[in-house]
């Protein structure tokens, strides 16, 4: 049986270089065209289930005190008690929904863009308190168990998918999980002190509106209905994907495997359409 070739991989790199970080975690866990291919072909089957999620999470969210008073007092530390109890009908928990929901439409986008993945390092250190006018903070259990949830819902939602063929569900499921275990490793590295000899104690931090990277507004407004700020639920049938500008994303190898990629209800062109046929 042959080996492959050992690879190198900086230490230092992987605490001080965002793309290294997340070249490595794609490599190691084979992130690949496949999954890009699943992601976009799938989005508009997720983006359907994002409003039922969003709305379980914070049902799940308000049932312990623990996580309910970060959106009184904005941390999950503060023991002391809640001037108000907030309920799935509080402006602030109505707030949190829409940003849950623009947060997850976001990971129906091109993963295959560095900003993609920016965005998500951002996300977890915006819980703990930094970049933000009023700081947040989320201790990383909750984090943790958070992500865990949102992933076994869309697991079961695609896996009872009816028209979904199983091969596209069994695509989706992993490509899913792989980047929730990317973004979760993003919320981990705020938290843990792994690599904090390489930290830039002079780097600073820019505090921007949720929702923005580098001044450029990045999340779209969704709905409760699911449409976003266009009125649109699901993505056009005949938009195509572009391929990233060159120079600009590291992973653009990657998006040559999908840049003419379309969305449609068929299996992709690579799969065996007679494998787990749709239901009707």
Same mark, same amino acid.
């Given at each position: 049986?042959?080996?492959?070739?050992?690879?190198?991989?900086?230490?230092?790199?992987?605490?001080?270089?965002?793309?290294?970080?997340?070249?490595?975690?794609?490599?190691?866990?084979?992130?690949?065209?496949?999954?890009?291919?699943?992601?976009?072909?799938?989005?508009?089957?997720?983006?359907?289930?994002?409003?039922?999620?969003?709305?379980?999470?914070?049902?799940?969210?308000?049932?312990?005190?623990?996580?309910?008073?970060?959106?009184?007092?904005?941390?999950?530390?503060?023991?002391?008690?809640?001037?108000?109890?907030?309920?799935?009908?509080?402006?602030?928990?109505?707030?949190?929904?829409?940003?849950?929901?623009?947060?997850?439409?976001?990971?129906?986008?091109?993963?295959?863009?560095?900003? @993609?993945?920016?965005?998500?390092?951002? #996300?977890?250190?915006?819980? &703990?308190?930094? /970049?933000?006018?009023?700081?947040?903070?989320? $201790?990383?259990?909750?984090?943790?168990?958070?992500?865990?949830?949102?992933?076994?819902?869309?697991?079961?939602?695609?896996?009872?998918?009816?028209?979904?063929?199983?091969?596209?569900?069994?695509?989706?499921?992993?490509?899913?999980?792989?980047?929730?275990?990317?973004?979760?490793?993003?919320?981990?590295?705020?938290?843990?002190?792994?690599?904090?000899?390489?930290?830039?104690?002079?780097?600073?931090?820019?505090?921007?509106?949720?929702?923005?990277?580098?001044?450029?507004?990045?999340?779209?407004?969704?709905?409760?209905?699911?449409?976003?700020?266009?009125?649109?639920?699901?993505?056009?049938?005949?938009?195509?994907?572009?391929?990233?500008?060159?120079?600009?994303?590291? @992973?653009?190898?990657?998006?040559?495997? #999908?840049?003419?990629?379309? &969305?449609?209800? /068929?299996?992709?062109?690579?799969?065996?359409? $007679?494998?787990?046929?749709?239901?009707?």
């Amino acid at each position: 049986m042959g080996y492959l070739p050992m690879m190198h991989i900086s230490r230092e790199e992987l605490y001080t270089d965002l793309e290294a970080r997340i070249r490595y975690l794609h490599s190691f866990l084979d992130f690949s065209s496949q999954d890009i291919n699943a992601l976009i072909t799938g989005s508009k089957y997720v983006k359907a289930l994002i409003p039922a999620v969003v709305n379980i999470v914070y049902q799940k969210l308000l049932q312990y005190d623990i996580t309910a008073r970060a959106f009184s007092t904005r941390s999950t530390s503060f023991e002391g008690p809640m001037d108000e109890i907030p309920t799935l009908d509080s402006p602030q928990i109505q707030h949190r929904k829409a940003f849950l929901r623009a947060y997850l439409n976001k990971l129906c986008s091109d993963p295959s863009r560095m900003e @993609f993945w920016e965005y998500l390092d951002k #996300v977890g250190m915006m819980h &703990v308190g930094l /970049g933000r006018v009023h700081p947040l903070h989320v $201790e990383y259990i909750h984090l943790g168990a958070c992500l865990s949830f949102i992933q076994d819902i869309m697991t079961e939602a695609i896996l009872s998918h009816p028209r979904l063929n199983l091969q596209r569900k069994i695509a989706l499921v992993k490509a899913i999980g792989k980047v929730i275990w990317i973004q979760n490793d993003l919320m981990a590295k705020w938290h843990c002190k792994d690599g904090r000899e390489f930290e830039d104690s002079d780097k600073e931090i820019t505090i921007e509106e949720e929702g923005y990277l580098h001044g450029k507004k990045i999340l779209e407004d969704i709905d409760e209905d699911g449409s976003d700020e266009t009125g649109d639920k699901t993505p056009d049938s005949s938009t195509q994907i572009p391929r990233p500008p060159a120079g600009v994303c590291p @992973f653009s190898g990657i998006a040559r495997g #999908v840049e003419d990629l379309m &969305v449609s209800d /068929g299996p992709p062109n690579n799969q065996n359409s $007679e494998v787990g046929q749709e239901a009707a």
